[in-house]
T-cell receptor, first 113, second 117 residues
Framework: AQSVTQLDSQVPVFEEAPVELRCNYS??????LFWYVQYPNQGLQLLLK??????LVKGINGFEAEFNKSQTSFHLRKPSVHISDTAEYFC???????????FGPGTRLSVLP | DTGVSQDPRHKITKRGQNVTFRCDPI?????LYWYRQTLGQGPEFLTY????????KSRLLSDRFSAERPKGSFSTLEIQRTEQGDSAMYLC???????????????FGEGSRLTVL
């Protein structure tokens, strides 16, 4: 069965600084990878996804992520964060379109003024 | 609004009572999922439907939990004899099934927060 690890439970960073949120997955077969963002008391919103093709994927709000098959990683990055990026970020994996997603425990990004 | 909607958004109940949550998916989506999210954790899979058929259930779904999707449209999640450990956010999501039009992601509602006193 697949699993997702997000090693950093909390990441504080100053406004306009770069940030990287780490995600590693475990699976014996090929997977599809996603990053979701959750603002307080709201549902999850898709940031970006890797299905196939280019390993560098760009998403909304200036975020991007790179799929690294050899390191089984899918780290999320943004070159310059804003206060409004403060939220919980979840990495998720699925084996196939429409099947059950497995989510990581989340990383709380706090952007400080 | 054509997104996933959930009702109620908040529910406070006493231990031992039954509660029911409703989810209306995006209309053309034939797959519907229920997840549970506790404070500081990622969503945990509970169950999912393909149209009206319940295809998979997690071991988290004890016999006090039941989900239905009778006509392949909206779904209900019922918790009987609630316990304090059931306090959580219950998230519903929908997606297209396998096929060329599927873009892969789940679309989530805003959740139903349950507090059991």
């Amino acid at each position: 069965a697949q699993s997702v690890t997000q090693l950093d439970s909390q990441v504080p960073v100053f406004e306009e600084a770069p940030v990287e949120l780490r995600c590693n997955y475990s699976s014996s077969v090929s997977v599809y990878l996603f990053w979701y963002v959750q603002y307080p008391n709201q549902g999850l919103q898709l940031l970006l996804k890797y299905l196939s093709g280019s390993t560098l994927v760009k998403g909304i709000n200036g975020f991007e992520a790179e799929f690294n098959k050899s390191q089984t990683s899918f780290h999320l990055r943004k070159p310059s964060v804003h206060i409004s990026d403060t939220a919980e970020y979840f990495c998720a994996v699925t084996l196939n379109y429409g099947q059950n997603f497995v989510f990581g425990p989340g990383t709380r990004l706090s952007v400080l003024p | 609004d054509t997104g996933v909607s959930q009702d109620p958004r908040h529910k406070i109940t006493k231990r031992g009572q039954n509660v029911t949550f409703r989810c209306d998916p995006i209309s053309e989506h034939n797959r519907l999922y229920w997840y549970r999210q506790t404070l500081g954790q990622g969503p945990e899979f509970l169950t999912y439907f393909q149209n009206e058929a319940q295809l998979e259930k997690s071991r988290l779904l004890s016999d006090r939990f039941s989900a239905e999707r009778p006509k392949g449209s909206f779904s209900t999640l019922e918790i009987q004899r609630t316990e304090q450990g059931d306090s959580a956010m219950y998230l519903c999501a929908s997606s297209l099934g396998p096929g060329t039009t599927n873009t892969g992601e789940l679309f989530f509602g805003e959740g139903s927060r349950l507090t059991v006193l």
